[in-house]
């Protein structure tokens, strides 16, 4: 029986259109058809880290903290994990200490707001930073498709910046300020993770980021910034991130205990110290979140900020051991990968290929000579047997149009030998120049 | 130490000037400084009802479930709840049995989005339906103020419809559309509470809902169902709800297991089974909502779902029995209400002073004969010791100007007794017309 649909896409919001919102589902249906081949495509954190894991455990340390700290009787203690909960979040003081333990990042509580992951603190900071239709969020081109989905669905304008391996080039992020300014706009945010991003891998030398600092003041922009991969880096080889050396409060800083702790709990959290004036005195720009966020999630799930809280409490309220081992295997695992593409590819490197050796994160970026498009990607699924992200979906531009960015993080070390070797012998026969 | 601060209310989104947003903030804080007043303000499920749950034996219910009617090994389940998981959710046929059992509501998993509670399916429903600027959102008035939130935060125009305590008045929204249609808008969406709305405690007749329906398809809009409190309803006084009569997938049903349920877990759900054409075929509306879902939380929390999947198959995938107990305490508590109003002001009824006797749902009505202010409300609470909520936060109008809501959820039956003798000093005294 064939019947009418009820509506069609284009009756519904435009940014359902916007190929970054479908981007994650396309990576899947590839992979699903094609499901003995090696995917380089998730960017997931490795199935081996949620093994030792015990939310019960965890769950009750939280609920020990509870009592012996806060002083709740147990009745009360549990209750807090089983009713609604503050929207601000249960577990800031937790948060705030690892913080500074592990990144030199100096916030009081209430300068933090606890959500639903990384995600939802960016929707909920351009939402509030967003005041006029003018404003624009500029964001280092390729983009983490999380960052412009929010910004489609809230209906701002996106603005991007090129990104290389050196991370966000702060010279276009000034004469971007430029050209709205010229236009009657002004960039009103700007999106950056400076530590490995995600898709480009690029990491932020120091003094680009304290240039790029000094721009945030200049222009009075705020920096959102997404430090998802920054405990990837070696201990002797880390950057402060902008938030520990933001003086002049510039940045909400967005982070995730996806990677280091716990995918499933869906916790994440903004910094945001940025003292808010009102009528009848000032709180801090979290606080305002908090609000945005009763109407977006109302609040974090309490058992998940548990499991949380109890993770921190565990580990001394701090994750810099955790985070070691891990990215002690990421690190690994990315040095594998590149090691092996430069093994297979030795006896002949493909004209115009070319990849750089990112110190960290999950992501290599691959240029090819060629178009990286969809067709591309099919055979390399169908006749290599191996599968990548095209650049194109993460990018504004057409500058992704010739890369493809490679994920380290989910494979295991022989799957990742045997996935580059498919990997060379595609390179070599369909994508040389 | 004074500084400037670094932002002003006015710099940030303009929906964070919206009354809406602070409302819940503003009770707790009168709560917080009067905490010897009895609160018939907040609407929260009573805390006796989470005593008995057990997450533990929920989340192993329902890995048994992923073992043996999914046929996952036992490290593959436990993965599933430690890691990402789909952004349409986890427990989507659960819930769908449920809806089946319980309210007649027959729909398939992929017409079904998981969401963090009841509030984030009201978003994405929302931000999906909403394609043009002159797309405008009817809500009934007096409305739940996370509707009304949700929609500034996104950016979409509000227009309010009268709610008697017959419910919605289907005569008026037909004149909002109208009245739409005249100035070259249309009305898209009415968001609708028919059983036992909050705050104003209306339930619809079976032939209003009939006739809401047929002007929705008539006018081409879609009916946003929240059924929040349609449990609360005696076992031979229930209405089938708009989605189980929806023969034209004209609605859109909202739910959560925040009030039968777990409130801490913050899992709902949309019912969205709108046939979407495009390019390349159909989807569900739901899965157009899941696309959404990935740029604001991703998916929800994994363990919070196995909570609840737990729930319902530890009852035989039916929350009725659960319902029903809560629904017989929570009736009690509003008869107790309403006869204790009675009695207390048996000797003298304050001129201008009346109540309606919802048959169930949460909250009263009050209609007072004088503005149910803040300056009213600091009397009640500072020389009365009892707190409610006034109406006018939850109104688009000055409809609510004279009315209070008061709700009986939270209270145990003899601090209700001694609530309403406060209550009743009260409006004797200060609030007679």
Redesign the interface.
């Known amino acids: 029986m064939t019947?009418?649909?009820?509506?069609?896409?284009?009756?519904?919001?435009?940014?359902?259109e916007d190929p970054?919102?479908?981007a994650?589902?396309f990576l899947n249906e590839v992979m699903d058809r094609h499901p003995d081949a090696i995917s380089f495509a998730p960017g997931?954190?490795h199935?081996d880290f949620?093994?030792g894991?015990d939310?019960?455990a965890l769950?009750d340390r939280f609920l020990t903290h509870l009592r012996t700290d806060r002083g709740l009787d147990p009745?009360r203690a549990?209750?807090v994990?089983?009713?609604?909960?503050p929207?601000q979040g249960l577990i800031n003081d937790l948060v705030t200490d690892a913080l500074r333990t592990d990144q030199g990042i100096d916030a009081a509580p209430e300068d933090v707001v606890i959500t639903?992951?990384a995600?939802?603190a960016l929707?909920l900071t351009l939402?509030?930073?967003?005041?006029n239709a003018g404003d624009l969020l500029a964001v280092a081109d390729p983009c983490y498709?999380?960052v412009v989905?929010?910004a489609?669905?809230?209906?701002i304008p996106v603005t991007d910046v090129r990104e290389g391996t050196a991370g966000l080039d702060v010279d276009h992020l000034a004469a971007r300020c430029a050209q709205a300014r010229a236009e009657g706009r002004r960039v009103r945010a700007c999106y950056v993770a400076p530590d490995f991003s995600n898709p480009g891998g690029a990491r932020m030398p120091l003094a680009a980021r304290h240039a790029l600092l000094d721009l945030a003041q200049r222009e009075d922009l705020f920096l959102v910034e997404d430090n998802a991969y920054g405990f990837t880096a070696a201990e002797d080889d880390t950057l402060p991130g902008l938030k520990a050396l933001d003086t002049r409060?510039r940045v909400v800083h967005v982070g995730t205990f996806?990677k280091v702790g716990?995918?499933?709990?869906?916790v994440g959290y903004a910094v945001a110290d940025?003292?808010?004036?009102?009528?009848s005195g000032?709180r801090s720009?979290a606080q305002?979140l908090a609000?945005?966020k009763?109407?977006?999630?109302?609040?974090?799930?309490?058992?998940?900020q548990a499991?949380v809280g109890g993770l921190l409490l565990e580990h001394g309220r701090s994750l810099r051991a955790l985070a070691r081992g891990k990215a002690e295997r990421y690190r690994a695992n990315l040095a594998r990968l590149t090691d092996a593409l430069e093994r297979h590819l030795a006896d002949g490197m493909p004209a115009g290929v070319s990849w750089h050796r990112p110190a960290g994160g999950f992501f290599v970026r691959v240029d090819l000579p060629v178009p990286a498009d969809l067709a591309l990607l099919e055979v390399s699924a169908a006749q290599y047997g191996v599968l990548w992200a095209p650049m194109r979906q993460f990018s504004l531009t057409d500058r992704g149009d010739r890369q493809i960015r490679l994920s380290c993080s989910y494979l295991e070390p022989d799957r990742i030998e045997t996935g580059v070797r498919r990997l060379a012998a595609f390179l070599t026969k369909e994508a040389a120049g």
């Open positions: 019947r009418t649909p009820d509506l069609y896409e284009a009756d519904l919001h435009a940014c359902l970054v919102l479908g994650i589902g997931a954190p199935p949620v093994q894991l939310p019960r769950t009745s549990e209750r994990l089983y009713e609604y909960g929207a639903v992951g995600q939802e929707l939402r509030a930073l967003h005041r498709p999380g989905g929010a489609r669905l809230l209906g409060r996806a716990f995918p499933g709990a869906r940025q003292r808010v004036g009102h009528s000032e720009l305002a609000d945005l009763t109407v977006v999630t109302v609040n974090t799930s309490p058992l998940s499991v």
